[in-house]
């Protein structure tokens, strides 16, 4: 059963907010929200991750609701360097093995 | 900063051949896991390694033997190689440092089987 339902796909404009939803409405609670990023052909990459609060670096936001049902990745200005396919996934962090289950994603093309 | 290296870049096999990747992870990690990539299809679990022994086992063939050697690099070998084995295959690696949780994947090595 997938633990993270995305949308397939989604455009967005050269420069507007990028805001890529995900629902995983089955979390449990010492899940936490990840979201990685696959570049055409590349190695994922980490962008972002939280418990409960939303988190902000770098790269990206992290909205979850309160009831931890769903959340929103946020790319505040986004560049045609962001075209990828971006994946959710809920997982409990270890400090020692912990696999990334990687679900559809959300093909994610940015518009010039 | 070090990331993940994997050789070779580009792989070419016959059917039936056998090839082998190898996996460099981030000094001081100590966990490998090995993804095989369709194409046109999401990255899939193969295995993975802590400390040198394997930790868990996802969707690898049998054909598909890893090990993770004493300086924690690991290699994927792969026998009897098949048309359905030309897949971008990715090697990831975390530390017990990273309380986040997070893999570093290296930029994959590329097997076509011919």
């Known amino acids: 059963d997938a633990k993270t339902t995305q949308p397939p796909s989604m455009d967005c404009a050269e420069g507007r907010a990028a805001n890529l939803p995900c629902n995983h409405s089955t979390i449990s609670g010492n899940e936490y929200v990840y979201w990685y990023r696959q570049i055409h052909s590349q190695g994922p990459q980490y962008i972002i991750h939280?418990?409960?609060n939303n988190e902000t670096n770098e790269m990206a936001s992290l909205i979850i609701t309160e009831d931890r049902k769903s959340s929103t990745l946020i790319l505040p200005h986004a560049t045609l360097r962001d075209t990828a396919v971006y994946y959710c996934i809920v997982r409990v962090p270890s400090n020692r093995d912990d696999k990334i289950i990687f679900g559809k994603g959300t093909r994610l093309h940015i518009l010039p | 900063a070090a990331g993940v290296i994997q050789s070779p870049r580009h792989l070419i096999k016959e059917k039936r051949e056998t090839a082998t990747l190898k996996c460099y992870p981030i000094p001081r990690h100590d966990t490998v896991y090995w993804y095989q990539q369709g194409p046109g299809q999401d990255p899939q679990f193969l295995i993975s390694?802590?400390?040198?022994?394997?930790?868990d086992k996802g969707s690898i063939p049998d054909r598909f033997s890893a090990q993770q050697f004493s300086d924690y690099h690991s290699e994927l070998n792969m026998s009897s190689l098949e048309l359905g084995d030309s897949a971008l295959y990715f090697c990831?690696?975390?530390?017990?440092?990273?309380?986040?949780?997070?893999?570093?994947f290296g930029e994959g090595s590329r097997l076509t089987v011919l």
């Open positions: 390694f802590y400390e040198k022994m394997q930790s």
């Open positions: 990831a690696s975390s530390g017990r440092d990273r309380a986040t949780g997070e893999l570093f």
């Open positions: 939280g418990l409960k």
